[in-house]
């Protein structure tokens, strides 16, 4: 069983910055793509981003600007950067790992943007 590691979740006011990291030991990383997702009260799980293994990057349209998706293969670590942060932003986030025939999921990270 694959399991994601996350963190760097939280409280932080609006206009304030996080980064929240997803990694998971051994190779099964550096092949997959990755992709963060979130999901607030009441709503539906959303992408936020996403990576292929050579570091290709796609966005959504309510982060473009502000987020930032990155990964180090050497330390089997997605990265998730987040700037001017709005209270809308608020909601668990989940780190997706994927590939053919595959895909795991974290158990998910709250921000929180709030003052």
């Known amino acids: 069983q694959v399991q994601l590691f996350e963190s760097g979740g939280g409280l932080v006011q609006p206009g304030g910055s996080l980064r929240l990291s997803c990694g998971t030991p051994g190779n099964l990383f550096s092949i997959s793509a990755m992709a963060w997702y979130r999901q607030a009260p009441g709503k539906e799980r959303e992408l936020v981003a996403g990576?292929?293994?050579?570091?290709?990057?796609n966005y959504g349209d309510s982060v473009k600007g502000r987020f930032t998706i990155s990964r180090d293969n050497a330390k089997n670590t997605g990265y998730l950067q987040m700037t001017n942060l709005k209270p809308e932003d608020t909601a668990v986030y989940y780190c997706?790992?994927?590939?053919?025939?595959?895909?795991?999921w974290g158990q998910g990270i709250q921000v929180t943007v709030s003052s």
């Open positions: 997706n790992l994927y590939g053919l025939g595959y895909e795991h």
């Open positions: 990576i292929t293994n050579s570091g290709r990057t």
